[in-house]
T-cell receptor, first 111, second 111 residues
């Protein structure tokens, strides 16, 4: 079946640093989504990408839909303590929007 | 407030005792979906629904049932729960099938 490889698994960074994480697959996706999950809560949508090559920003977050449609990355610039959490990529395929999630990147930010 | 409401938040049950986790959304969304989250595995889609009376299997449907008799409700039914269904479950809804709004989760323990 479809699988997403998300890396890195975890990151420990200093406040103010930039962060980059990515997801790759051997399968093609129609849509890429990036979510953030805080402890005890459900994931919250950060960015949605719909076209190969698309580059989209949301404040300090920037994400890109890979040109091959098999990968995506998320960058966070000038990290702050509230960026702490788990970031998930998700790829959608098929007409009914079946969704596959990556295993997540756990981000720790030291003030 | 626009939201997805799941009940209960926590549930401990015994093997084989049928249970239902309810999910309701007040955003008039067409799409709804159930996921389970296990450590190191990210979120895996159980079932999703594109509209009333239209449902389809996700990646891990075995042992689960769903129904969509009304647009706002999408209950998850475990006819005969087993310990390997111990997990954190999320319900989510979406207007068009892409970016989902998630509920706060139901932590289920089957002993």
């Amino acid at each position: 079946g479809q699988q997403l490889n998300q890396s890195p698994q975890s990151m420990f960074i200093q406040e103010g640093e930039d962060v980059s994480m990515n997801c790759t697959s051997s399968s093609i996706f129609n849509t890429w989504l990036w979510y953030k999950q805080d402890p005890g809560e459900g994931p919250v949508l950060l960015i949605a990408l719909y076209k190969a090559g698309e580059l989209t920003s949301n404040g300090r977050l920037t994400a890109q839909f890979g040109i091959t449609r098999k990968d995506s990355f998320l960058n966070i610039s000038a990290s702050i303590p509230s960026d702490v959490g788990i970031y998930f990529c998700a790829g959608q395929y098929g007409g009914g929007f079946k969704t596959i999630f990556g295993a997540g990147t756990r981000l720790f930010v030291k003030a | 407030e626009a939201q997805v409401t799941q009940n209960p938040r926590y549930l401990i049950t015994v093997t084989g005792k049928k249970l239902t986790v309810t999910c309701s959304q007040n955003m008039n969304h067409e799409y709804m979906s159930w996921y389970r989250q296990d450590p190191g595995l990210g979120l895996r889609q159980i079932y999703y629904s594109m509209n009333v009376e239209v449902t389809d299997k996700g990646d891990v449907p075995e042992g689960y049932k769903v129904s969509r008799k009304e647009k706002r409700n999408f209950p998850l039914i475990l006819e005969s729960p087993s310990p390997n269904q111990t997990s954190l479950y999320f319900c989510a809804s979406s207007p068009g099938g892409d970016g989902y709004t998630f509920g706060s989760g139901t932590r289920l323990t089957v002993v």
